[in-house]
């Protein structure tokens, strides 16, 4: 599904982000993107959303180098790629409902699915009752779910989430892990990267271990940090 | 496309609506600034106008001697209706213009003149008010002719100033119509600026930059038209009560003339304006 081949990218300022990473992801894998702040977890994202090209190496998603995508080609990339990000971004002057229609009629979705698609997902992620409400009107944990709803209202095939916990107390973490493992569940292939030890240790899912640009630890049922022990 | 018409309709309207300080800042620029273009434009017009008008009043005065016989008259006659460069002629006898002098020489200078001591005079209308001076050069030597007068130093001291009033008024129209564009492209830019959140993500949800720029570019287009429309009704103001002299009178075909000028700046504008600025945003 996901393939980096010995992708490199460094910033305008000299910083490498990532250097020659190469990994793969199979379709409807749930993986951990873990290391500290600056390791390049947030870059790897970006690069399969193309909200950044890489200088070095190929991008395969779905079987397409996504680096020689033409530009025009990028929105239609993005529609199966979902995005859950750490500060929500919701659309405050719309309500609930209209956020999660809002990903359907860019794409061009007739009114009837909208109509159809959008209180479906939203009882999914327990907001059934609140779609008319603004997004400052919510709770933190319910402007995730809001967020999780429209990243997958259009069934995407791969979905990310940068931090979807970050700003969350654990009760709601967990609420978002478990629409995350359930969107999972249904083929979605799930990337997240997090610095939540205790989640990533629970869930026992690949772990992608990313330090100063490169991976140092790929493993298939990971936890967040090498046991102590075992150094 | 049905779909997206409703949705680019509808959200042109609440984006007007949602942001309508900006929207009530973006008319006025443009309403401002297009009426002072529009103004410009109006004055420049109607200073042709009175230009032409003037010019066409000019007369040519061929002054007979009092002592010229009715023969001498009679070829001067002929000679004026002949010259395709005369327009019209009106003889006028001794006695016509000894009552004429009346009213400008002083009561005392008067009373002491006699008919036979006054000219008859040809007025004569030139056909291109410039002939004024080759209608004086040629009859000025013909016999029996005392004198011919053109009123040359106010035709050129008129054409002058007109000609400056005319520069003058289109580079103010200039200058304002770049500084309306500068204006009018910031506001629009400002507006856009407040919301590069929502741009991005609508990008990030797969929008194409023609399906995000669209409703910008009608809101635009909304903006300049409601604008011009006040920088319309201003152009009309300034053609009804206009506060000149007469000769200035602006018809109505250069009123629609300007008004034209105005829309179409404050639409294309307004729209162009939208599209270019909301492209820095789309980039990503």
Redesign the interface.
Known sequence: MIRFENVSKTYKNGTPALSHVSVNIEKGEFVFLVGASGSGKTTFLRLLLREETPDQGRILEAGRDIASLPKWRVPYLRRNIGCVFQDFRLLPNKTVYENVAFALEVIGRPASTVQNQVPQILELVGLGEKGGRLPNELSGGEQQRVAVARAFVNRPLILLADEPTGNLDPTNSETIMALLERINRTGTTVVMATHDQNLVNRMRRRVIELDHGEIVRDQVRGVYGVPEGVL | MA??LR?ALRETLTNLW?NRMMTIAAVLTVAVSLSLVGSALLLRQSAAQASAQWQQGTRVTVWMSPSATSGEINTVRTQLNQLPIVKSCVFRSQYQDYLESKSVLPASEWTILKPVDVPSSFRCTPTVPTDAFTIQATFQHEPGVYTVTAPEQQIRQMNHTIRIVQVVFIVLAIVLMISATVLILNTIRMAIFSRR??V??????????W?IRVPYITEGFVQGLLGSAVAMGAVWALKTWYPLHNEFTIGNSAMWGTNIVVLLVGVVVGSVGSGIAIRRFLD?
């Open positions: 779909n997206y949705y949602r959140r929502e991005s993500v609508m990008k990030l949800v797969g929008a194409t930059n399906f990503v």
